[in-house]
C-alpha cells in the first residue's frame, strides 16, 4: 500500500494567517492526489482534486500544488471557519490510502 | 442538492452481523460510483469497499474482505454493507461517499454525515 505521510501533525495559526499543510507520497502517485476538509460532527468536505484543481463552490484562498512524491495544501488567508482537520488522499492505485491528518487549530 | 444518508449503526456483539445503508438524493444515483469510508474513534480515515455505479464491479481493503460485502439498488437510490463476523477493530464511523463518476476512481466528492457502528461484548 502507498503510504501518505502529512506534516505537521498539528498546528495553531491565527485568522490572517498563511498555512501550509505538506503531504509526501512514499512512490510517485502523478498528480492523483486530493484533499479534504473535516470538522467535527459534519460530513468530510473535498477541497482540491488532481493535486491542484478547486472543487466547486471551495473558496479560493485554498490552493494545491505538487506531483510524483510532495504535495502541498496552501490556505492563502485562514478564516475562523477554516479551523479543521484536513487530509490528503491518493487514488493512484488500490487501496486509496489517506495521511493521518493535519488538525489545525486557533492560536 | 446533492445529499447522502447512512443508516443502520448500532452495537453489536463481535462475530454479530450489520447492514448498513446510504440513501442518496439530489442526483442520479445509477451514474456514480460509491464508496464506503470509516473513522475508528480517535483515528485518520480508512477507505473500506466501492461499487460502480452498475453494481458489476466491487473492491475491498483486505481488512474486510470476506467478511464485508457492498451492494446497491439503483432502483431505490441506496447503497448497501453488509458486515459479517464483526471484530472489535471494526468499530468506527461509517461514511458513504460519492465517486465522482461512474467507474470507480477511488476518491469521494461528496460524503454523508456517518453511521456509528460499535463492536463490543
Given at each position: 500500500d502507498i503510504q501518505m505521510t502529512q506534516s505537521p501533525s498539528a498546528l495553531s495559526a491565527s485568522v490572517g494567517d498563511r498555512v501550509t499543510i505538506t503531504c509526501r507520497a512514499s512512490?510517485?502517485?502523478?498528480?492523483?492526489l486530493l484533499w479534504y476538509q473535516e470538522k467535527p460532527g459534519k460530513a468530510p468536505k473535498l477541497l482540491i482534486y488532481a493535486a491542484s484543481s478547486l472543487q466547486s463552490?471551495?473558496?479560493?484562498r485554498f490552493s494545491g500544488s505538487g506531483s510524483g512524491t510532495d504535495f502541498t495544501l496552501t490556505i492563502s488567508s485562514l478564516q475562523p471557519e477554516d479551523f479543521a482537520t484536513y487530509y490528503c488522499q491518493q487514488?493512484?492505485?488500490?487501496p486509496p490510502t489517506f495521511g493521518q491528518g493535519t488538525k489545525v487549530e486557533i492560536k | 442538492e446533492v445529499q447522502l444518508l447512512e443508516s443502520g449503526g448500532g452495537l453489536v456483539q463481535p462475530g454479530g452481523s450489520l447492514r448498513l445503508s446510504c440513501a442518496g438524493s439530489?442526483?442520479?444515483?445509477?451514474s456514480y460510483a460509491m464508496n464506503w469510508v470509516r473513522q475508528a474513534p480517535g483515528k485518520g480515515l480508512e477507505w473500506v469497499s466501492a461499487i460502480s455505479g452498475s453494481g458489476d464491479n466491487t473492491y475491498y481493503a483486505d481488512s474486510v474482505k470476506g467478511r464485508f460485502s457492498i451492494s446497491r439498488d439503483n432502483s431505490k437510490n441506496t447503497l448497501y454493507l453488509q458486515m459479517n463476523?464483526?471484530?472489535?477493530?471494526?468499530t468506527a464511523l461509517y461514511y458513504c461517499a460519492r465517486d465522482?463518476?461512474?467507474?470507480?476512481?477511488?476518491?469521494?466528492d461528496t460524503w454523508g454525515q456517518g453511521t456509528q457502528v460499535t463492536v463490543s461484548s
Open positions: 512512490q510517485s502517485i502523478n498528480t492523483y463552490g471551495v473558496p479560493s487514488s493512484y492505485n488500490t | 439530489g442526483f442520479t444515483f445509477s463476523s464483526l471484530r472489535a477493530e471494526d465522482p463518476s461512474h467507474t470507480v476512481l477511488f476518491w469521494f
